[in-house]
């Protein structure tokens, strides 16, 4: 059986953090436009504890500069930690450059962890759900729509990303982007080399929904975490939305998926990305396949409206 990813996108997206005491994030960069009204703050960790209370220490193991940030839990209670006014130690903001910004959180017992980007004007809002173990792995696949443009009128600096993180010293890195990137040709792979707890962050050249980053590949010799973001998508009307989620890495891909439709628009969409060439894709157990896609590739569909 061939082994793929589904992804489920919606305006709100919302995703399922993995219960763990150790968790590695690369924030993505996302666009401020406003100061007085900013689309990027607050920036909040949201973590919450189970049968245990919880000591919790956040940071960042590349930048000195940053002071650990420290929470206690009690047992099945939750802490919020703002974040908005170390966005510049966090948010990997130059495209095609190495940073010393990769976040990990560490706990005395399980608990999970969400990063929001709360919009003060709650116009561009997302939760990052993060993995823990789940999340590290020596290759991604990006996975992507294909449709909805980012919205590059009102949003001049808004893009789609992706930011890698290494957890180990040395590690060399391989990405060969489905599309062009900031000082990257499509198609033409290249290296980099990271030390614990740097990043690696780049962003597509182009904003329409095609030259997104869907199908690029990243892989690597030691374990690494990898965060994608698609900044102010715009599906409908004047609305535009960030999208992202960290990644898990194709070791742990799978080949069956429940999919549940949400009740906001009739624009939420499903996208299966393939591990191997010749994956066939079936839908509510048809025997003939929706579609037959190679590696990287993705198929995906609209939900209609629900009766």
């Given at each position: 059986?061939?082994?793929?990813?589904?992804i489920?996108?919606l305006?709100p997206l919302?995703?399922?953090?993995?219960k763990d005491t150790s968790?590695?994030?690369a924030?993505?960069?996302?666009?401020?436009?406003?100061?007085?009204?900013?689309?990027?703050?607050?920036?909040?960790f949201?973590?919450?504890?189970?049968?245990n209370?919880?000591?919790?220490?956040?940071?960042?193991?590349?930048?000195?500069?940053?002071?650990?940030?420290?929470?206690?839990?009690?047992?099945?209670?939750?802490a919020?930690?703002?974040?908005s006014?170390?966005?510049?130690l966090?948010?990997?903001?130059i495209?095609?450059?190495?940073a010393?910004k990769?976040?990990l959180?560490?706990?005395t017992s399980?608990?999970?962890?969400?990063y929001e980007?709360?919009?003060?004007?709650?116009c561009n809002?997302?939760?990052?759900?993060?993995?823990g173990?789940?999340?590290?792995g020596?290759?991604?696949?990006?996975?992507s729509?294909?449709?909805w443009?980012?919205d590059t009128v009102?949003?001049?600096?808004?893009?789609?990303?992706f930011?890698?993180?290494?957890?180990?010293?040395?590690?060399?890195?391989n990405i060969?982007?489905?599309?062009a990137?900031?000082?990257?040709?499509?198609?033409?792979?290249?290296?980099?080399?990271?030390?614990?707890?740097?990043?690696f962050s780049?962003?597509g050249?182009?904003r329409?929904g095609?030259?997104?980053?869907?199908?690029?590949?990243?892989?690597?010799?030691?374990p690494i975490?990898?965060?994608a973001?698609?900044?102010?998508?715009m599906?409908d009307?004047?609305?535009?939305?960030?999208?992202?989620?960290?990644l898990?890495?194709?070791?742990?891909?799978?080949?069956?998926f429940v999919?549940?439709?949400?009740a906001?628009t009739?624009k939420d969409?499903?996208?299966?990305?393939?591990?191997t060439?010749?994956?066939?894709?079936?839908?509510d157990?048809?025997?003939t396949p929706?579609a037959?896609?190679?590696?990287?590739q993705?198929?995906?569909?609209?939900?209609?409206?629900?009766t």
């Open positions: 059986m061939k082994k793929l990813l589904l489920f996108f305006l919302s995703t399922f953090a993995q968790f590695w994030f924030a993505p960069e996302i666009v401020e436009f406003l100061s007085a009204n900013p689309h990027d703050k607050p920036l909040y949201r973590l919450t504890s189970f049968g209370a919880a000591n919790v220490t956040i940071s960042i193991p590349a930048n000195p500069v940053f002071t650990p940030v420290t929470a206690s839990l009690a047992a099945n209670s939750s919020t930690i703002d974040l006014n170390w966005d510049d966090i948010e990997n903001d495209a095609n450059a190495v010393n990769g976040i959180i560490r706990s399980d608990i999970t962890a969400y980007v709360k919009s003060t004007c709650n809002p997302e939760l990052f759900a993060l993995k173990k789940s999340a590290i020596n290759e991604f696949i990006i996975a729509q294909k449709e443009p980012i009102r949003f001049p600096t808004a893009r789609s990303a930011n890698i993180l290494a957890t180990e010293n040395n590690t060399t890195i060969t982007p489905s599309q990137l900031i000082g990257r040709p499509a198609g033409i792979p290249f290296t980099i080399t990271l030390q614990r707890g740097q990043t780049n962003q050249l182009y329409n095609p030259s997104l980053l869907n199908g690029s590949i990243i892989t690597s010799d030691k975490s990898v965060t973001s698609e900044d102010l998508l599906s009307g004047p609305c535009a939305d960030l999208a992202g989620d960290q898990i890495p194709t070791s742990i891909w799978g080949d069956e999919v549940i439709r949400g906001l009739n969409k499903a996208v299966v990305t393939a591990m060439n010749g994956t066939a894709i079936y839908i157990g048809n025997t929706a037959t896609i190679n590696r990287g993705s198929y995906e569909f609209n939900f209609t409206a629900p």
